[in-house]
């Protein structure tokens, strides 16, 4: 089971290109094998073929829908008679596969549910329809539909992991940080219980979720401190951390002063 190849790569979802096939197919009746280094998002609408995906082979028909993730290697075939044509994007982000691991797509089983497969369709044209449009509003309205395309898959999915929450959290850290942001904040957001959410984050993590957003925190302004013309106190208030401590919370946690991070 595939999805990541890239973990640094963007948090947020980002369609990266979208293309269907003409009206009329034509060339090849194979492609491949070919290693893909993106999600790749897929409808067959009409004709008849094949996919291989890492070396399980798959019979493609009207209406079949899949995903093949990052890694995996796939070669497709059309039939001579009848040639297969669809309509794809490529989509790239770290909550891609967040979101796809509970849904029960993997390699080793690709396709959606048939009765997901018409609002899958519509979705991947809207995607395409905005594929020669430019500016911020038309990137949102793309990424908008990917969430629209995973949360199709995630309908009926109970949230039973408790790493789903202790991700959750630690997004809600890298999102708000540098805003005052405290553990019963997050817990509270998340709907639950302080210290029920502060066993469960260290169950998964092996530190409490306050140790967690001081480090994050700490090494946010060693950053400014390193990279940037921030004075200390200015690195402290940038990253959530009162100015009157924060010498002492950075030397405990990287064992050096703050104005040794000074270039």
């Not at 093949?68 to 490529?90: E, H, K, N, Q």
């Not at 395309?149 to 408790?162: E, M």
């Not at 790493?163 to 553990?183: C, K, M, N, P, Q």
Request: proline share 5%; net charge negative; aromatic share 12%.
């Amino acid at each position: 089971m595939k999805y990541e190849i890239d973990p640094v790569g963007s948090w947020e979802p980002v369609v990266t290109g979208s293309y269907a096939d003409p009206e009329t197919p034509s060339g090849a009746l194979s492609y491949g094998p070919v290693v893909r280094e993106l999600y790749c998002f897929e409808c067959n609408v009409s004709g008849y073929g094949s996919i291989t995906v890492n070396g399980n082979y798959f019979t493609v028909k009207p209406g079949d829908c899949y995903i093949v993730l990052p890694g995996d290697t796939v070669t497709y075939a059309s039939d001579a008679r009848d040639p297969r044509r669809g309509i794809w994007c490529f989509v790239s982000g770290r909550r891609v596969g967040e979101l796809l691991r509970s849904t029960g797509i993997t390699s080793d089983a690709p396709f959606l549910p048939e009765a997901l497969s018409e609002a899958f369709y519509g979705c991947l044209c809207r995607i395409y329809e905005l594929r020669e449009e430019m500016g911020l509003g038309v990137e949102l309205r793309r990424t908008a539909l990917i969430y629209e395309l995973l949360a199709l898959l995630n309908r009926d999915t109970p949230i039973h992991s408790k790493s789903h929450w202790v991700d959750r959290a630690i997004a809600i850290f890298e999102a708000g940080y540098f805003e005052g942001l405290t553990v019963a904040d997050v817990a509270r957001q998340l709907g639950f219980e302080r210290t029920y959410f502060s066993v469960m984050f260290k169950e998964k993590t092996g530190v409490s979720p306050h140790a967690y957003l001081t480090a994050m925190r700490v090494q946010k302004a060693r950053k400014l401190l390193e990279e940037h013309d921030y004075t200390v106190g200015e690195a402290a208030e940038a990253v959530g951390l009162d100015p009157r401590n924060f010498s002492r919370i950075f030397k405990r946690e990287t064992g050096r002063h703050p104005k040794d991070y000074k270039t």
